[in-house]
């Protein structure tokens, strides 16, 4: 084949318009397939202002149960959908009030940009929704990165706690090659590109494997694939809030470390022995020695969502708490 005779600029022109075009009519696709995935999943719960934000949240079970309401707090990529398609929501309200939060920047909760959004500032305003809505000293049960909130919670404003549940927790920083791969889609400009139109592509095509890497050792169960709104998830806006959060795991778990020695309260400690994405032995095991008077459950067999493999098993570890609470 001869070769081009066009100099190089003029060779790169047209790429360079190719590239463009197809990026343009990436984020066409993207943004409407976020319209579509909202119209499809519109919100479930109410708002409450808390922080300077707005917060999406499910109140279920009765107001006037004797025992200490719950707050549930899902992990990094998820929202409130996540407890509920479990069915651990409904098996508490039966008996509790049940309070499940979309974290900021997750599902319809906001994060307004120029604001710090580690664990601290997430709990300093999970606290302040929760006051506004009149719970009294609940007991806090927090999901994988939803862990940290809920250990500051609980080192912070312990007045306003009662117990907390840990599960699937990731407590204390080691490598994470997850941490790496999310750093470019969180620099300013580049992240914005990516984010509205190859990381929605690609965060599609990779749905099948991390729910294998998720729930491993045991099956993905049907009512998650089929029921819980990845595409919500890979809206442009959430995609954010889950990078980000993703790339500040290790610092987070670094600065809270020194203050686990600080947590006095009932606490129980919940992970699988299969847990692919955390390692329970390093992780829960490692803040239950530090804890000896924390109950330790590691279920057999189950990966990190042990909320959907053994529901019963979760809820048990909450009413757990609740008792210790009381």
């Known amino acids: 084949m001869p070769a081009d005779p066009r100099p190089p600029r003029a060779r790169l022109l047209p790429a360079l318009a190719g590239t463009a075009a197809g990026l343009a009519a990436a984020a066409l696709i993207n943004a409407a397939r976020t319209r579509a995935a909202e119209a499809a999943h519109p919100p479930q719960g109410d708002f409450v202002e808390a922080g300077g934000i707005r917060l ?7 107001r006037d149960a004797a025992t200490p309401p719950i707050v549930l707090i899902h992990g990094n990529g998820s929202l409130t959908d996540d407890f509920v398609i479990a069915g651990v929501v409904d098996a508490l309200a039966s ?25 601290v500032e997430q709990a300093e305003v999970l606290v302040e929704a929760a006051a506004a809505l009149g719970l009294q000293r609940p007991v806090v049960v927090g999901h994988s990165w939803g862990t940290l909130p809920a250990i500051v919670w609980a ?22 090659p997850d941490v790496v791969t999310v750093l470019p ?8 590109l990516m984010r509205h139109t190859l990381s929605p592509i690609l965060g599609r095509a990779m749905i099948p494997l991390g729910n294998r890497l998720i729930f491993s050792p045991a099956p993905t169960p049907d009512k998650w694939s089929d029921e ?14 889950t990078l980000a959060d993703t790339a500040q795991m290790v610092p987070a778990a670094a600065a809270l470390e020194p203050r686990y020695k600080d947590l006095s309260l009932p606490m129980v400690l919940l992970a699988g022995d299969g847990d692919k994405l955390v390692n329970t ?44 609470a009381g």
């Open 56 to 62: 999406h949240y499910l109140d279920r079970g009765p």
């Open 95 to 119: 008996r509790h009030r049940v309070v499940v939060f979309d974290r900021p920047g997750a599902g319809y909760s906001e994060r307004p940009r120029g604001r710090r959004w580690g664990p």
């Open 155 to 176: 080192l912070d404003h312990p007045e306003r706690v009662s117990a907390l549940v840990l599960a699937s927790g990731y407590y204390f920083p080691t490598p994470r």
């Open 185 to 192: 889609a969180i620099v300013p400009g580049i992240g914005d």
């Open 228 to 241: 819980f709104p990845f595409e919500l998830a890979m809206r442009p806006s959430m995609l954010r809030a």
């Open 281 to 324: 032995a390093h992780q829960t095991k490692r803040l239950a020695g530090l804890h000896p008077e924390a109950r330790l459950i590691v279920l057999p067999g189950v990966g990190h969502m042990v909320q959907h493999t053994r529901p019963d098993a979760f809820v048990a570890a909450v009413e757990t708490a609740v008792a210790m």
